[in-house]
């Protein structure tokens, strides 16, 4: 995946995550258990907010920090820039050199990685338990005097100019649909403009630059701590405070307007890919508001329409027609999941295809998987099945391997909503959801004049014949 970093060592064994079940009363054995994530929330005089989460299922800690910034809102003119960023950060601060960082993870038997993504730039690593304070200690040390100077800058310039080159302009599909999708579908600048970078805009940063947006972002009350695993909640809250309590409280964090209007027509937009093998099709929706009913609708439809291969899009497009050899798809698909965003939003799907299947015989497949879901209340049964599969989905994340997929929901619910709790109360919003709902969201966010379409002719192809050019 774009924008990761993996640095490994060891293999940590059994790094299940701190996942509590509360136990259903003896009347209601059927019924299944509920997540009960237990954690302790509280925020620092300097604005830090700080998640604990305690297990004790083996004798190692996930330490994350999660700073609210992503690429959506990085400066103009300097696309790439917040992704730029976070390798600096990985070059030393103050008083862990360069590497010290890297080698005391590495040298404990730990991983560590770093990520950016639209709203969030996060850092974390899993260690032993008994490496918890260094751990605190470094991502302090980071947080408050990174090494962000001239020589720095020019060398994660040429890594991450490589990085484009590599994994964008030499390869098939290149940015389809993952960058050009959103580009297509959005009309604010924030959520539509080349966020992996611009060549000639990552050359162009200066030290000026990278040091102005760190001192607007990168701050107590822009982040968020959290650590989980086999932990005290008194023993860490005394090594949060004391190795992050000290820095000052800096002025809130100016965000831009990054809405973006309802969308009133069907766009379509193809290009030729000269690397690309086949045809691709993707398709992409405006989603509802996150942590509305409709977008808990939204989350299950996604499971209707492409998850697995009970989904009606795949059973469509794969087992009935043979248009395609697999479907992907999701609300922040590829680059996270319905929960860790906050902002507009798409739901999409994409596939590649025969070059013998017309534009208009796969537009015609799509129309009638998604018009039947918008004119045909779904049965209870499939819209159970639904719950399941996301409430499988959710669990998965939470129980991941190293407690990365737990951390990260704890983080971003902090950090978007004040409140990490909001975890344990995700699976009641999904069970709320009825068929008039799905229907109901499906109507408005489902409809031609919210999709926007963008195709892939690959080079050594000839061009469609012109009653298949148009998307309509």
Do not use: C
């Not at 993952?178 to 200066?206: Q, R, V």
Request: aromatic share 10%; no cysteine.
């Amino acid at each position: 995946m774009i924008m990761r970093k993996w640095v490994t060592a060891l293999a940590l064994a059994g790094t299940a995550a701190p996942l509590a079940l509360a136990a259903a009363p003896a009347q209601a054995q059927q019924a299944p258990a509920k997540l009960a994530v237990e954690m302790q929330y509280f925020t620092l005089d300097n604005g830090l907010r700080v998640v604990l989460a305690k297990d004790n299922l083996s004798p190692t800690v996930t330490v994350g920090v999660y700073y609210g910034i992503g690429f959506r809102i990085e400066p103009r003119e300097r696309t790439g820039f917040a992704h730029l960023f976070e390798h600096l950060l990985f070059q030393g601060s103050k008083n862990a050199p360069k590497g010290v960082h890297i080698g005391t993870v590495t040298n404990a038997g730990g991983i560590l990685n770093g990520s950016t993504r639209y709203d969030f730039t996060n850092y974390f690593q899993v260690v032993p338990s008994s490496a918890l304070e260094r751990m605190l200690w470094l991502e302090a040390d980071r947080m408050a005097s990174p090494v962000i100077n001239d020589e720095v800058l020019k060398n994660q310039q040429g890594v991450v100019g490589n990085e484009v080159k590599v994994n964008v302009l030499n390869q098939p599909y290149s940015t389809w649909p993952w960058i050009d999708l959103p580009m297509l579908a959005n009309t604010n600048w924030y959520n539509s403009h080349n966020f992996y970078g611009e060549l000639k805009e990552i050359e162009a940063a200066t030290v000026a630059d990278a040091k102005q947006f760190f001192d607007s972002f990168y701050k107590p009350s822009n982040a968020v701590l959290v650590v989980a695993g086999d932990i005290d909640y008194a023993a860490t809250r005394a090594m949060v405070e004391k190795y992050y309590g000290w820095m000052p409280k800096a002025a809130p964090v100016k965000l831009p307007d990054i809405s973006e209007p309802r969308q009133t027509a069907e766009k379509f937009r193809a290009r030729t890919d000269a690397l690309a093998p086949k045809p691709g099709w993707a398709a992409g929706y405006h989603v509802p508001a996150r942590g509305t009913p409709e977008w808990y609708a939204m989350g299950l439809i996604d499971q209707m329409l492409v998850k697995g291969q009970d989904s009606r899009l795949y059973r469509k497009l794969v087992a009935e027609t043979g248009i395609a050899g697999e479907v992907g798809g999701g609300i922040n698909f590829p680059l996270g999941n319905m929960f860790n965003y906050q902002g507009p939003m798409l739901w999409s799907f994409n596939f590649t295809h025969d070059a013998n299947r017309s534009r208009d015989e796969i537009k015609g497949a799509v129309d009638a998987v998604i018009e039947d879901l918008r004119t045909t209340k779904v049965s209870a049964a499939e819209l159970a099945r639904a719950k399941t599969k996301m409430r499988s989905s959710l669990y998965s994340t939470i129980d991941g391997t190293g407690r990365i997929g737990l951390i990260d929901l704890l983080a971003v619910h902090a950090l978007f909503d004040n409140d990490p709790g909001k975890v344990n109360t995700l699976e009641d919003g999904f069970a709320k959801v009825t068929p008039e709902l799905i229907q109901k969201t499906a109507q408005e966010y489902l409809r031609p004049t919210n999709r926007s379409i963008y195709v892939i002719d690959p080079g050594a192809a000839q061009p469609a014949p012109a009653a298949q050019q148009g998307g309509k």
